[in-house]
Structure formats: structure tokens, C-alpha cells
């Protein structure tokens, strides 16, 4: 067991992790609020069949399509996405290129699955699952599933389950260009301008490392007892 003070990585000697005191990145407001839009126009779309479906034994979400059904819970947690992706942020340490890709992660899945709506029934857990597996893409240093899932809200099992489908939905097509993590930003960007707001993404990334990231060598953390001393439970997410 590590002390209580350090962790190791590569013999050399790192500080003990700690939640982020910085201010939180801009790439997080500007997905939230993408996302928040979309996650509401499907929330919409469902209300509606349901509507249509009113006293038939159907339920809307079956007809929506079956692929991200792992991911759903019974209600919707009491967080918003903004705050979500703020936790995450704040106790993984996980670099604001991963919500990008997580962001990406979650948008080729939709596209291969177009029956599958991201909903506030389903975004928590795709959020946690997609922002993990990119920080073990893109981060010299990340946390393990267990420390994700107290962050998250999830069980640990639960976590490493969805991680797993999670991969198997992607066909493990968890490679990210540098021209597509650029693209995907200039798209957020401009989803931005049109509602009338100019944010830029931070971009810390060099284009090599999005192509030839390897941290096969990096050791993950063992977990932080003070920091998850420090979490709230997320009560809601565990909810199946």
C-alpha cells in the first residue's frame, strides 16, 4: 500500500491526487449545454410516443431501440449535466481532452445505433463510462473503475459492466485522430456561436498524442481514502 501522501509512477515520486481547485475548464459548459439540449429534445420525442402509446402495452423506449438499454435507470438522477461532468472533473483530475472524446465516444455509438436516444434516463452513466475509458486512452495517470464508479454514483460492478458494453457497442473503435478531436471541437464551438455564445476549447493536447498516446508503463493510483471520504453519494445512479 502506497502512503498516504504519494503514489509512484514510473519509480518517480508524484503528489498525493487531490480535487481540482482550478477553475473548471470551458470545454465542460460547452458540452453540457449541447448535451442538455439534446438529452431534452429526446426526452421530448419520448414523452410524446408515449402519448401515442397511451394504453397499449408497448413502452416508448422499447420502440427507441434497444441499444443503450444497459445504461438506463428508472429515474432520472437529481444532478444536472453541468454538475455531473464538474464532479467528474474535480475528483478524477482527468485531462479536459477526455471529455471531448468521451463526447465523441458517445456520439459514434449514436450514430451507429440510431434507434438509441441519449436521454436523462441513460446520459449519467454513458458520461462516466465514456470520460473513464478516454482518460485510460489519453492520461499518463488515471484512477481505477472503483474510484470512477464513488465518483460516478454506480457500483463498481455496475461500472465495470457498462464499461464493457460500453466497448463491445464501439466494437472497441476507441481511436481518436487528431483531425477528428479537432473537428469535434470546432463543431462544439459552433454550437456555441449559434446560441449566441463565443467559448473556445481548451485544446493541451500536442496532435501526437491524440495518434500515439501509450500509458501502458503508467500505473493507476491506488484510491485516495481522504478524497473519497470527501464525495457525496450520487444515490440516485444507483438506482436500476
Do not use: W
Not at 468521451?102 to 434516463?121: A, N
Not at 473556445?200 to 496532435?207: F, T
Not at 478524497?227 to 450520487?234: G, T
Amino acid at each position: 500500500m502506497l502512503a498516504a501522501s504519494e503514489f509512484t509512477v514510473n519509480n518517480r515520486r508524484q503528489p498525493e491526487p487531490s480535487p481540482s481547485e482550478s477553475t473548471p475548464p470551458r470545454v465542460l459548459s460547452i458540452l453540457s449545454s449541447v448535451i442538455e439540449k439534446l438529452v431534452a429534445r429526446n426526452d421530448r420525442l419520448v414523452d410524446s410516443s408515449d402519448q401515442k402509446l397511451f394504453g397499449t402495452t408497448t413502452s416508448s423506449l422499447a420502440l427507441l431501440g434497444k441499444g443503450l438499454n444497459a445504461f438506463h435507470g428508472v429515474r432520472a438522477p437529481n444532478i444536472t449535466v453541468l454538475k455531473y461532468l464538474e464532479r467528474l472533473y474535480k475528483y478524477a483530475n482527468c485531462s479536459p481532452a477526455c471529455f471531448v472524446v468521451g463526447y465523441v465516444y458517445i456520439d459514434r455509438m449514436v450514430h451507429k445505433y440510431p434507434d438509441s436516444l441519449v436521454v436523462s434516463l441513460n446520459v449519467h452513466r454513458l458520461l462516466i463510462t465514456s470520460v473513464m475509458i478516454a482518460s485510460k486512452m489519453l492520461d499518463d495517470v488515471h484512477y481505477n473503475n472503483a474510484f470512477y464508479a464513488r465518483i460516478g454514483g454506480v457500483s463498481n460492478a455496475e461500472l465495470n459492466r457498462l464499461e464493457i458494453e460500453f466497448l463491445f457497442l464501439l466494437d472497441f473503435g476507441v481511436m481518436v485522430s487528431s483531425r477528428a478531436f479537432e473537428s469535434y471541437c470546432m463543431h462544439l464551438e459552433k454550437e456555441m456561436l449559434l446560441n449566441g455564445a463565443v467559448h473556445k476549447i481548451e485544446r493541451p493536447l500536442l496532435r501526437s498524442e491524440l495518434q500515439h498516446h501509450d500509458n501502458t508503463s503508467a500505473t493507476p493510483p491506488e484510491e485516495n481514502k481522504k478524497i473519497l471520504h470527501q464525495l457525496k453519494p450520487l444515490t440516485d445512479l444507483l438506482i436500476n
